[in-house]
């Protein structure tokens, strides 16, 4: 229950709170969980937690999400300490309601939606302009390439800086967000040795992207839609939603949040429990706001899936649930380590311009090769993990010379450990 404190603070000071003498008027019916807490006032805080989500609501002045006094009641909760009640304390039965009345409302939209022929096109002389946009932008992209090519690249470093921030510039002005937002992180090739090998085949995989959307007619419909989406044109999630679903349980295997350019993304990597296929859900929100919460690590939940349409489809949605999440143990399935060579050549065979894969990985023992740390599978093979993992000291303490499950995020400078599992399966951040 304390994975879903926002901040370590409030998962201390959900502790205080989660002594049952300090709630009265508790109760739990169904998915429906409410009391009410002493606070420094006269009147007590009201909390309500819908279980099925999850979802919170607390009269409480904290800006934090979920507050104390929601985690304090599931703790009380998940410990038994709550009463079963028929019937909902009436301002609990309010907000509940109210919570019943936007779910049936956005059922209907969207069986409306799905009833609908598919939507309409759109403005047909704003998509012809923005393709005539984004052919003018990447025309010049090749050209300039061309030019950095021809004349070297020894100045890279004096002048590459300002060049890629032009040149991101104009490739917002011409409607290729996707591409420009490469060439913002570009500095980092600096921080290999070898920066002029790396740099140019940063610009061989740009180049190649720029041609690919020039003859975007000759290529096949998956790899279509992947050079689209790469160059930054966006697939509305009612076209995902349209899409045929897979239904699994689905298992929250990892979380990471994030911030950039002032706009916080949760990133959160599903595996399907009988399908063994993996998905990213992302989510966004501006400062100050609460992220989706409803997908919560080390738990897994019957639902349908809908994957972005691409090559190498990774990126999805949760169209529908079937009942609320549940504990999940450690996947059932996986990759042993001499496996994901060919399962990241598999990727990049369908999407070149893959620069992260999601993996769960089993029988692997932590180890190092020379200087490098790393996961070793049963024939010795060792896979690199990425330089900002550092000294994975919490991995190894975990394994304890063991072979365990990991799952990690590939990268070509190494993996990146997400999550494990202990000895009792239970998830352990790394």
Not at 208 to 227: K, N, S
Not at 398 to 422: I, K, Q
Request: aromatic share 6%.
């Amino acid at each position: 229950m304390l994975a879903l404190a926002p901040d370590a603070a409030s998962q201390k000071a959900a502790g205080g709170v989660s002594a049952p003498r300090k709630w009265s008027a508790m109760g739990v019916n169904g998915s429906a969980l409410w009391g009410e807490c002493a606070g420094s006032g006269s009147k007590p805080y009201q909390a309500c937690v819908d279980l099925s989500e999850p979802a919170y609501r607390c009269s409480c002045p904290s800006r934090k999400f979920p507050c104390k006094h929601a985690l304090g009641l599931l703790l009380l909760w998940s410990a038994d300490g709550v009463p079963p009640a028929a019937e909902l304390a009436p301002w609990a039965a309010e907000w509940f309601g109210q919570r019943a009345a936007k779910a049936e409302k956005a059922a209907e939209k969207k069986a409306a939606e799905r009833a609908e022929p598919a939507a309409a096109k759109p403005d047909e002389n704003r998509a012809r302009q923005r393709e005539e946009r984004v052919t003018a932008g990447l025309a010049e992209l090749e050209r300039w390439l061309s030019d950095q090519v021809a004349s070297g690249l020894s100045d890279a470093r004096q002048t590459g800086l300002a060049e890629w921030s032009d040149l991101a510039k104009r490739l917002v002005d011409a409607q290729a967000p996707g591409l420009a937002g490469t060439f913002s992180g570009l500095t980092r090739v600096f921080r290999d040795e070898n920066w002029p090998g790396r740099l140019l085949g940063e610009y061989a995989m740009v180049h190649l992207l720029a041609v690919a959307h020039r003859r975007a007619a000759e290529l096949p419909g998956d790899l279509r839609e992947t050079v689209r989406q790469r160059v930054g044109y966006q697939v509305p999630k009612e076209t995902v939603l349209a899409l045929p679903p897979i239904r699994d349980e689905w298992q929250v295997i990892a979380l990471r949040d994030e911030e950039r350019d002032r706009l916080l993304s949760r990133r959160v990597w599903l595996h399907g429990r009988a399908t063994g296929r993996l998905a990213l859900v992302l989510s966004f929100a501006p400062p100050g706001q609460p992220l989706d919460a409803s997908l919560v690590l080390g738990t897994r939940v019957d639902a349908d899936v809908s994957y972005y349409p691409g090559a190498a489809p990774l990126r999805a949605l949760i169209a529908d649930r079937y009942g609320a999440a549940v504990p999940a143990r450690s996947p059932a399935s996986g990759v042993a380590v001499e496996g994901v060579p060919q399962l990241v050549a598999d990727v990049l065979t369908r999407d070149p311009w893959t620069e992260s894969w999601p993996l769960v990985i089993t029988g692997a023992r932590v180890g190092r090769d020379g200087k490098a740390w790393c996961l070793l599978g049963d024939s010795g093979q060792g896979l690199r993990l990425h330089a900002s993992a550092g000294d994975p000291w919490k991995l190894v303490a975990v394994s304890g010379g063991r072979p365990v499950t990991v799952a990690v995020e590939w990268t070509p400078d190494g993996l990146r450990p997400l999550t494990t599992w202990d000895e009792n399966d239970e998830v352990v951040v790394l």
